[in-house]
C-alpha cells in the first residue's frame, strides 16, 4: 500500500484526502443533519399554525356565533315562531298574533276561521280564512307586519271592499284567505 501512495506527489496526496474528507463531510450531513433539519421544520411549522389557531381561536368562536344567530334568523324568517309549535296549538297561535297585530295597526279583527288545506308533496296546509276592517294604510301596515311576525304566510286570496263612503277615508272591509305550511311527519 506504501507504493501505492508513494506513486502520488504530495498535492495529488493531498487532494485525494481533501475529496475523501468532503465525501465523508458530505454523506454525515445528507444522512445525520439533514433529517434533523427537516423535522425541525415541520415542528415549528406546526408551533405556528397552533399559535395562529390559539390567538384566532376567540374569532372561531365569535364567527360560529353569529353564523349561529344568521340559520336562527333565517329559521325565524321562514317559519316565524311556528316552527316549534305542535299542529294542535299552531292555529291558536296565529289568531293570538292576528289579534295583537289588528290592536297594533288601527284594524279591526272581524272574524278568523282557520282550515285544513291541501297536502303539497312533503307540506300540509292550514288555512284561515281572516275577515278586517279598517283603513287602507292601517290595512297595508298590517299585512307587512303579518309577513314579518309569521313567517312565511302566503295570500292566497284577497277581497277588498268599501264599508262607507266618506271620501277622506273610507272604511275598508277586507277578506283573505292566508296559507301557512308545515312538513308532514
Same mark, same amino acid.
Request: hydrophobic share 45%; glycine share 4%.
Given at each position: 500500500?506504501?507504493?501505492?501512495?508513494?506513486?502520488?506527489?504530495? &498535492?495529488?496526496?493531498?487532494?485525494?484526502?481533501?475529496?475523501?474528507?468532503?465525501?465523508?463531510?458530505? %454523506?454525515?450531513?445528507?444522512?445525520? /443533519?439533514?433529517?434533523?433539519?427537516?423535522?425541525?421544520?415541520?415542528?415549528?411549522?406546526?408551533?405556528?399554525?397552533?399559535?395562529?389557531? *390559539?390567538?384566532? $381561536?376567540?374569532?372561531?368562536?365569535?364567527?360560529?356565533?353569529? %353564523?349561529?344567530?344568521?340559520?336562527?334568523?333565517?329559521?325565524?324568517?321562514?317559519?316565524?315562531?311556528?316552527?316549534?309549535?305542535?299542529?294542535?296549538?299552531?292555529?291558536?297561535? *296565529?289568531?293570538?298574533?292576528?289579534? &295583537?297585530?289588528?290592536?297594533?295597526?288601527?284594524?279591526?279583527?272581524?272574524?278568523?276561521?282557520?282550515?285544513?288545506?291541501?297536502?303539497?308533496?312533503?307540506?300540509?296546509?292550514?288555512?284561515? &280564512?281572516?275577515?278586517?276592517? $279598517?283603513?287602507?294604510?292601517?290595512?297595508?301596515?298590517?299585512?307587512?307586519?303579518?309577513?314579518?311576525?309569521? $313567517?312565511?304566510?302566503? /295570500?292566497?286570496?284577497?277581497?277588498?271592499?268599501?264599508?262607507?263612503?266618506?271620501?277622506?277615508?273610507?272604511?275598508?272591509? *277586507?277578506?283573505?284567505?292566508?296559507?301557512?305550511?308545515?312538513?308532514?311527519?
Amino acid at each position: 500500500m506504501l507504493v501505492a501512495l508513494n506513486r502520488f506527489d504530495k &498535492r495529488e496526496f493531498a487532494l485525494a484526502l481533501a475529496v475523501i474528507v468532503f465525501a465523508v463531510v458530505a %454523506l454525515l450531513f445528507t444522512y445525520l /443533519i439533514m433529517p434533523k433539519i427537516k423535522t425541525f421544520q415541520g415542528v415549528s411549522t406546526t408551533e405556528v399554525t397552533l399559535k395562529k389557531v *390559539v390567538e384566532s $381561536g376567540d374569532l372561531l368562536d365569535t364567527k360560529l356565533a353569529q %353564523l349561529q344567530g344568521d340559520i336562527d334568523s333565517l329559521q325565524r324568517r321562514l317559519h316565524g315562531d311556528m316552527a316549534s309549535l305542535p299542529e294542535k296549538e299552531i292555529e291558536a297561535y *296565529v289568531v293570538g298574533k292576528l289579534q &295583537r297585530m289588528s290592536w297594533q295597526n288601527n284594524v279591526q279583527l272581524v272574524g278568523i276561521e282557520p282550515s285544513d288545506g291541501a297536502t303539497i308533496e312533503s307540506f300540509h296546509e292550514i288555512l284561515f &280564512r281572516v275577515s278586517l276592517a $279598517g283603513d287602507y294604510f292601517d290595512m297595508y301596515q298590517w299585512l307587512r307586519e303579518v309577513s314579518s311576525e309569521l $313567517g312565511f304566510v302566503l /295570500i292566497k286570496q284577497y277581497e277588498m271592499k268599501p264599508l262607507d263612503n266618506l271620501a277622506q277615508q273610507p272604511r275598508l272591509s *277586507v277578506t283573505l284567505t292566508m296559507a301557512t305550511y308545515r312538513a308532514l311527519q
